[in-house]
């Protein structure tokens, strides 16, 4: 495996606590299970689904601006998207198997705009494949929109473009960073609670050529098999501790050495002690993460046994830091591909209001 070009900058740590311990699966009207009346029976869509999902694509990608947000698309047709979602999800393991060549993302935090100039400068799906390594929203203004269009992407090209669940993806984080806010404002709880539903399904990690294994967080003292991942029952929220909480929420931290508790409130962070012996004892060559934002967008660590990649550039309005796509060739060549657009400034406005 070849990893092509290499400078290292100071990490940027997110300044963010878990916001509450507990979420339960809540009865609500939109929990009525994942629909099956317009598919083939399989997991990909029928015509009139695919004729749905095309449009539903269409509008944000090629008709989406933000003064007309609001009308693009109805609450059941979000609703339906999501149920869809979900049973994709649900019929997916924990870890999923996948193949070069191959587009990583890291965090995308409702920057809709910079997510489409992803897009246009790697190529959008079908085209190219991508694995995302989850935080779709909260923070940034137009999560609905991130979300809304990855799902279509997911159901459209269920083969093409995998979706792994962050921290972000989990109703307590939610109810503090936005993505609540922006659900009830612009539609309603309902819609809220329809994602989460969608969000207790999500994947945690994905393999690629049974040598690079990608999460969100970071490695688990607790995962010395990845056959354990097998056995963890969704739907589920993220627990504060254990293999779930790491996957989601764990660091590196090149002071210590071996594990110890997060700052962050949950999960742990790890040294590259912990990092090497992880990584040999799984058979693995490299640990591709998200999760904390890195001035290049991306950053090494630990004798380059691991790298966080960061998809959201000038985070929040607030970081001058460049977002990047990580492309894995067929034989795994890893080439970063920075980008520095950023929010309009209309984006920055309506972020502040959140």
């Known amino acids: 495996m070849t990893i092509s070009p290499s400078h290292k900058t100071d990490t940027q740590n997110e300044k963010e606590k878990r916001g509450g311990k507990d979420a339960r699966n809540k009865e609500t009207k939109c929990d009525t299970g994942p629909k099956k009346d317009k598919t083939d029976g399989s997991k990909n869509p029928c015509n009139a689904v695919k004729a749905w999902l095309k449009e539903v694509i269409d509008k944000l990608t090629k008709s989406w601006s933000a003064a007309a947000c609001q009308s693009m698309l109805t609450e059941s047709e979000i609703i339906e998207l999501c149920y869809r979602a979900r049973e994709l999800f649900w019929q997916q393991p924990t870890m999923i198997e996948l193949s070069a060549p191959i587009n990583i993302c890291g965090d995308i935090h409702g920057q809709f705009e910079d997510l489409m100039a992803l897009f246009t400068l790697n190529g959008f799906p079908p085209t190219k494949s991508y694995l995302f390594l989850g935080d779709y929203v909260d923070r940034g203004p137009y999560s609905l929109e991130c979300i809304v269009l990855l799902f279509a992407y997911k159901v459209m090209y269920p083969d093409r473009v995998t979706l792994l669940r962050g921290n972000h993806e989990s109703r307590p984080v939610n109810k503090q960073y936005g993505f609540y806010l922006e659900c009830t404002n612009r539609y309603s709880a309902v819609l809220y609670e329809c994602f989460q539903f969608a969000f207790y399904c999500m994947p945690f990690c994905a393999r690629i050529e049974k040598r690079i294994l990608c999460m969100h967080g970071g490695i688990s003292e607790g995962l010395t098999d990845l056959a354990q991942l097998e056995k963890i029952e969704r739907p589920c929220d993220i627990p504060d501790m254990g293999v779930l909480a790491d996957l989601t929420w764990a660091d590196p931290d090149p ?99 959140f």
Request: glycine share 8%; net charge negative; aromatic share 12%.
């Open 255 to 353: 002071t210590i050495t071996g594990y110890e508790e997060s700052p962050r409130g949950a999960a742990s962070v790890f040294g590259e002690d912990a990092l090497k012996a992880f990584c040999d004892n799984l058979g693995l060559e490299l640990i591709v993460r998200a999760h904390q934002v890195v001035q290049d967008g991306y950053e090494f660590f630990g004798d380059r046994h691991l790298v966080t990649i960061f998809s959201a550039p000038n985070y929040c309005g607030q970081f001058d830091n460049a977002a990047c796509i990580l492309t894995l060739s067929e034989n795994l060549r890893c080439v970063f591909a920075p980008c520095h657009c950023s929010y309009s400034r209309h984006a920055i406005d309506r972020l502040m209001c």
